[in-house]
């Protein structure tokens, strides 16, 4: 815009005048130019009209926005141009969106308000030259004169589309939110505002507490807890926690008619754009079905247990009653059968027949008595790198002698590499003797077993047992593992209880490891169990030494101390040895259960003894209650060592009475410092003949 021309002087004449007209004239002219520029080039449409609705200015925006140039438009829209009438209507709301009053009557509303000097911004909807329509936001200000009458209309419009396309598509994902969660009957899905009153409530929640929306919008969440949970603040704590984050929880919850329901309820804050939450969506589930049934497998599972503990604990005292009367059957019947002289021909045969009787009566009851203590959770297993060709050597003494009258050959593993297993080593040999004796009792005469050990996995071995007997055709194989169930045996003449498979597969499970069959009719079976493969046991040095410290050289002469060690395991025996080899002034003594260890105990008086847990036989624990109640050896410390690390197994051991309690594999340190206090206390107490072997 130009200035305005400046004042003439005073007593200018009339060639001043003459200038200053001009310099007006240029400026008007200038102004008229720039405003011009302005509503031709503008990107939003900008239409003028006369004050009776025709057009008289149409810019570029307009021409860019609905598809006509200006030409076609300006002062061209009257009735008489068109011989439609229906056509002139389409083509002035088209052009000047019901512009024309005497066409288009809704224009004189606009044009109405806009005569009233009330300017306000419509949404409308333009129609392009080429029929295609869109929305606009169109503003309609009244223009006037210098006497303020009404000489046209000023239309802005700006296209509406993408914000309208943006809204639509909230719309519909709106609705369909909307009608998802509608959808949803089996789930509560509520609303809540920052202070935790209701805003929506679906179908699901209708169904599940019995309140209609129009009953519960507005009202507090809180409501929905039963009475003690909101005494004690419960729904403010729910609701502050989700305010930190997703909150998941399940407790009882009320319905509208008051009754209660378990409810599984997740929480979601929702937050505004500074993070704050400003609300919460709140799903809830009814659970109370699926919590009847988890109590009542729950009752049926505690009833069950009970149950099978009550018959476990029955046949653990009926075992331990049996052996005593048997007891006497066995001893006087071998008395009997040792005195030639005083015994018939006739008694001799029936007295062979009541030890046959009686032996198998009792390895019935070992067994039943073991399986009780497996069902019952009783059964105690020390699991530990154990030799598998140590292992084989001893079953293989044991069984040859069975096989040699029936003409068996027996074929044992060699182990060019040692193996070893991570097992118990007195129960891995219960279970190969067990597969190794069924392989002799039911082979066919002059038969073979066929004993292999092969890695399976690279942290797995599988040991098998191939026999050459009958076979087992697939209806007995799934009966195999059933307790008593000897598969039609039991008319034949092979003894046998029907426990030891069970038994068997009872324990490799408890080994961690696994046990299967093969079998073929007319060709033989191949029994087999899997454990895990394990290195060597080796001794575990602490990081500053690689050895115990070793003891200063008794003085010449003296005596020699001694330490007793009970473990069934030779491995663990060679560690200890190699152990007390370093110290000169000691000498070890070895038993391979722990009635022998009692013996020796009693008879060497050793100044310490060790032992392991779980021994053949009686256990550790009883073998150190019989030591402390004995008067000649209640003196001695005893230190349990064993692969039972639980936490509970070592209270449990020092509560048993044990000196120290250390766990495998050893530690070198730690096991020379326990073993150096048991001495010193040995040693302190060596005079007096008193005390019970623990700590003062």
Not at 293 to 302: D, I, P
Request: charged share 25%; net charge negative.
């Amino acid at each position: 815009m130009s200035d305005p021309p400046r004042p003439l002087p005073a007593g200018a004449g009339p060639a001043a005048e003459a200038l200053s007209e001009v310099r007006r004239e240029e400026a008007l002219l200038k102004t008229g130019a720039l405003q011009n520029a302005i509503l031709t080039s503008a990107n939003f449409s900008i239409i003028a009209t006369d004050e009776k609705g025709v057009i008289q200015l149409f810019n570029i925006g307009a021409e860019s926005m609905l598809g006509y140039a200006a030409v076609e438009v300006v002062n061209k829209i009257t009735p008489a141009d068109i011989h439609d009438p229906q056509e002139v209507i389409e083509r002035a709301r088209a052009l000047s969106l019901e512009l024309a009053t005497t066409i288009a009557p809704g224009f004189e509303a606009l044009a109405f308000k806009a005569s009233r000097g009330i300017e306000d911004k419509y949404e409308l909807t333009y129609i392009r030259k080429d029929g295609t329509r869109f929305p606009a936001i169109v503003s309609v200000t009244a223009l006037r004169d210098a006497e303020a009458r009404i000489i046209g209309y000023l239309l802005i419009g700006t296209d509406n589309s993408a914000r309208k396309q943006v809204e639509e598509k909230l719309r519909w994902t709106e609705e369909g939110f909307r009608l998802m969660v509608e959808s949803v009957t089996d789930a509560a899905i509520v609303m809540l505002d920052s202070a935790g009153c209701v805003v929506s409530w679906n179908t699901g929640a209708e169904r599940i507490k019995g309140y209609r929306a129009e009953e519960i919008v507005g009202q507090h969440f809180s409501r929905f807890y039963p009475p003690q949970d909101i005494e004690h603040g419960v729904p403010q704590r729910d609701l502050d926690a989700a305010a930190e984050g997703r909150l998941e929880v399940e407790g009882w919850r009320v319905r509208k008619d008051g009754t209660t329901f378990w409810a599984n309820v997740v929480f979601t804050a929702i937050r505004d754009a500074a993070g704050n939450a400003r609300g919460f969506a709140k799903l809830t589930r009814d659970l109370t079905e699926r919590r009847q049934v988890e109590e009542t497998l729950t009752r049926a599972k505690g009833a069950a247990e009970k149950a099978n503990l009550a018959k476990s604990d029955f046949l653990s005292s009926m075992s331990h009653e049996l052996r005593s009367p048997l007891n006497a059957i066995l001893g006087f019947a071998q008395l009997m059968e040792s005195d030639a002289a005083t015994v018939s021909a006739s008694q001799k045969g029936a007295i062979v027949e009541i030890l046959r009787a009686g032996w198998y009566l009792l390895e019935l009851i070992n067994e039943i008595l073991d399986l009780a203590q497996i069902e019952s959770g009783k059964m105690s297993l020390s699991r530990e790198p154990t030799s598998l060709a140590e292992v084989m050597l001893e079953c293989q003494a044991m069984i040859e002698p069975q096989a040699q009258p029936g003409g068996i050959r027996m074929t044992f593993p060699v182990f060019e590499v040692p193996i070893f297993v991570l097992a118990d080593r007195t129960r891995l040999k219960q279970v190969l003797i067990n597969l190794l004796s069924n392989a002799v009792k039911y082979n066919q005469p002059a038969g073979e077993v066929v004993v292999t050990c092969a890695e399976s996995a690279p942290d797995r071995v599988r040991i098998k047992v191939k026999d050459t007997g009958a076979g087992l055709s697939p209806e007995k194989l799934e009966q195999l593992f059933q307790p008593f169930n000897r598969l039609g045996q039991g008319r034949g003449s092979v003894q046998g209880t029907g426990i030891g498979l069970v038994m068997s597969k009872r324990l490799v499970e408890l080994m961690g490891g696994v046990i299967g069959v093969e079998s073929t009719v007319g060709v033989g079976s191949v029994f087999w169990f899997e454990l895990g493969r394990v290195a060597a046991p080796r001794l575990e040095a602490g990081p500053a030494q690689a050895a115990g410290p070793a003891q200063a050289p008794a003085p010449h002469g003296g005596p020699l101390r001694t330490l007793l060690y009970v473990e069934d395991n030779p491995a663990n025996l060679k560690l200890v040895e190699q152990l007390i080899a370093r110290r000169p002034t000691m000498r070890l003594l070895s038993a391979l259960d722990g009635n022998m260890g009692i013996q020796l105990a009693r008879a060497n008086q050793p100044e310490v003894i060790l032992m392991d847990i779980n021994l053949p036989g009686i256990s550790g624990l009883e073998a150190l209650k019989i030591l402390r109640e004995d008067p000649a050896t209640t003196h001695i410390p005893v230190l349990a060592l064993s692969a039972n690390a639980m936490a509970r197994d070592i209270e449990k051991g020092l509560e048993a009475g044990f000196f120290s309690y250390l766990t495998k594999p050893i530690k070198v340190a730690e096991f020379m410092e326990a073993l150096d206090t048991a001495l010193e206390f040995a040693s302190t107490h060596a005079g007096s003949g008193a005390g019970d072997g623990t700590r003062p």
